[in-house]
Nanobody, 115 residues
Framework: QVQLVESGGGLVQPGGSLRLSCAVS????????MGWYRQAPGKERERVAV???????NYADSVKGRFTISRDNAKNTVYLQMNNLKPEDTAVYYC?????????WGQGTQVTVSS
């Protein structure tokens, strides 16, 4: 059974940075593409970044050039470096399979961008 544990969120001013982490267990992590998703209040969950098992990345237009997804297969962890944060980035951030999901979601980590 897959477990996804997100961390690293917080309150940050516009223009600031955060690094999110997601520890994954219960799967052969290195074989899976992974993604970061976010859900803002009153909005549907959206995919913001993915990284394939080979390390190829792709980003939503709204975060391209500001966010960087990476992975450490030795630690079964996927990261999201977020720079130049904007108020519209405020959301709960989740990790999961790159496209689709593993059948469950973690608790997410709250990111709030506000002055």
């Amino acid at each position: 059974q897959v477990q996804l544990v997100e961390s690293g969120g917080g309150l940050v001013q516009p223009g600031g940075s955060l690094r999110l982490s997601c520890a994954v267990s219960g799967i052969s992590f290195r074989l899976y593409g992974m993604g970061w998703y976010r859900q803002a209040p009153g909005k549907e969950r959206e995919r913001v970044a993915v990284i394939t098992s080979a390390g190829i990345t792709n980003y939503a237009d709204s975060v391209k050039g500001r966010f960087t997804i990476s992975r450490d297969n030795a630690k079964n962890t996927v990261y999201l470096q977020m720079n130049n944060l904007k108020p519209e980035d405020t959301a709960v951030y989740y990790c999961n399979k790159a496209y689709g999901d593993f059948g469950s979601w973690g608790q997410g980590t709250q990111v709030t961008v506000s002055s």
